[in-house]
Nanobody, 123 residues
Framework: QVQLAESGGGLVQPGGSLRLSCAAS???????????MSWYRKAPGKERELVAD??????????NYAHSVKGRFTISRDKAKNTVYLQMNSLKPEETAVYYC???????????WGQGIQVTVSA
């Protein structure tokens, strides 16, 4: 059974940085290589939004970012560790939210969500 575990959240001052990690278990090395990985966030009173995604190595292609985070956030994946990262720089208070990791196979229409992790940007 596929499970995702986020870590690295917490409290950071405006302009600061955090790196979120999403460790995926239940994947084989080959299946993780055929999985699109994404980060979403949900702020209070707002709908959940896609922050960034990174295609599977099998599919290839470029990572995709929400317009609001381009140039500040970077998504990456470590195949050997079955882990995806989200490096977040120059954080803003309005980016306070619960951040979720999501994984979906290239061969499936629905995927797996992590439990979410709180990121709070505040002075």
């Amino acid at each position: 059974q596929v499970q995702l575990a986020e870590s690295g959240g917490g409290l950071v001052q405006p302009g600061g940085s955090l790196r979120l990690s999403c460790a995926a278990s239940g994947f084989t090395l080959s299946s993780f290589s055929s999985t699109l990985m994404s980060w979403y966030r949900k702020a209070p009173g707002k709908e959940r939004e896609l922050v960034a995604d990174i295609p599977s190595p099998s599919a290839g292609g470029r990572s995709n970012y929400a317009h609001s985070v381009k140039g500040r956030f970077t998504i990456s994946r470590d195949k050997a560790k079955n882990t995806v990262y989200l490096q977040m720089n120059s954080l803003k208070p309005e980016e306070t939210a619960v951040y979720y990791c999501y994984a979906v196979s290239d061969y499936a229409s629905t995927g797996t969500w992590g439990q979410g992790i709180q990121v709070t940007v505040s002075a």
